[in-house]
Every structure is written in C-alpha cells, then in structure tokens.
C-alpha cells in the first residue's frame, strides 16, 4: 500500500530535549516536505527537499532541522524544542517537480512541548 | 503574512444541496490552486486542482472555479454527501519554488 508513515503520532516532551519525528514514504517520490497546523493559520511549510542530500526552508524553518540522507526518508530534527513548536505535524511527498501539486500526506504527528 | 485566506471557518449544508467553499488569495504568481480534504487523525488528501491559466476544473461531483481578476476560487460540491464532511483546505502552489501555501481551512458539515 503506497503510504507515508509518521512516528511518532503523538508526543509529550519538555523543553530543551531533542527530538526526532522520522518520515518515510514508499512510492520512490523525489520531493518530501513537512507542514506544521496551527489553529486559524491552516498547514504552513517548514522544510522541503527535492532530492536526496538537496533541502530547502519554507517559511517557518526557525527551530528545525532536516536531513535527507536516503530518498524515502525525511526527519524532522527539533534540536532545542520550546513550547511555541506545540503543533500538529505533517510530513508529505510528491513525484518531481510537484506535478500539479498533488501531496501525499502522512497521518500527523501531534507534539505537545511543555 | 497568509497568502491564501480562507475566510469562513465553517459551513453547515443539508445532504443533496450545493456546499460552496470559498478561498481569497493575494499572490497573483501562483500557478496552481488545489483543494484538500481532511478528516479528524487523517492527513490530508488532495481532492482537485486548477491551473491558473484556466478558469474551471471539474471533476465528478467536484468543480472548482477560479476568478483571477477578483483573486478568489471556489469548490462546488454538488450533490453534498454526508460523507463529505470534513476540512477542506485550499492551496496555492508557486511551481518554480516548490512551494505550497494553504489556507486555515472551512469546517463542512453535510446533515443527513
């Protein structure tokens, strides 16, 4: 089944403790990206990769790191998390080049940073 | 700085009706418009898109309008199944710089 998994789909941390949320697709995308939602601001992008080895920030990137060392994998690295990355986070891939900007998104991971 | 508004945050519509989902966008380079649906612990899916250099996409019970001049699209769902409640998201895609901005989202609800 063609899928993007998330894990994990819901967290409790404090802050200051790294954190991970991994992002793994099975349908060979080339583009993966991850979304945060936040009430009355809808999904806005925090990262994006085209590529293995090639990423790029969006528009909300302050706080967060990714890597892109394999192509069906895409973590969300929260080095120092604080309370204002309390979210509900969503990764997503695509074929190149977004096509006509149909995402594949995966299920959500809901992180609560007291 | 939101780029694409979605300004009804609900939308209550009786089984068999038209639901009519609004969106207001501000960048005038976008080059796609999409529609998401998403239901509670779901990510969302994508539902429909238009090019911007058309003004109507449809696709069985799904049409999606797009009036440039006045910056707005619509998502007309006709007939409203109950199975279509959900949030639907709007989307607005800048192709050259893969990036997406998304709209904060309208509540259907379809009342049997």
């Known amino acids: 089944e063609a899928q993007v998994t998330q894990n994990p789909r819901y967290l409790i941390t404090v802050t200051g403790k790294k954190l991970t949320v991994t992002c793994s697709q099975n349908?060979?995308?080339?583009?993966m990206s991850w979304y945060r939602q936040d009430p009355g601001l809808g999904l806005r992008q925090i990262y994006y990769s085209m590529n293995v080895e090639v990423t790029d920030k969006g528009d909300v990137p302050e706080g967060y790191k990714v890597s892109r060392k394999e192509k069906r994998n895409f973590p969300l690295i929260l080095e120092s998390p604080s309370p204002n990355q309390t979210s509900l986070y969503f990764c997503a891939s695509s074929f190149s080049r977004v096509g006509t900007g149909e995402l594949f998104f995966g299920e959500g991971s809901r992180l609560t940073v007291l | 700085d939101q780029q694409v508004k979605q300004n009804s945050p609900s939308l209550s519509v009786q089984e068999g009706r038209i639901s009519i989902l609004n969106c207001d966008y501000t960048?005038?380079?976008?080059?796609?418009f999409l529609w998401y649906k998403k239901y509670p612990a779901e990510g969302p899916t994508f539902l429909i898109s238009?090019?911007?250099?058309?003004d109507k996409n449809e696709d069985g019970r799904f049409t999606v309008f797009l009036n440039k001049s006045a910056k707005h699209l619509s998502l007309h769902i006709v007939p409203s199944q109950p199975g279509d409640s959900a949030v639907y998201f709007c989307a607005g895609l800048l192709y050259n710089f893969n990036k997406f901005y998304f709209g904060s989202g309208t509540k259907l609800n379809v009342k049997p």
């Open positions: 349908m060979n995308h080339e583009y």
């Open positions: 238009i090019s911007s250099i058309k």
């Open positions: 960048n005038s380079m976008f080059d796609y």
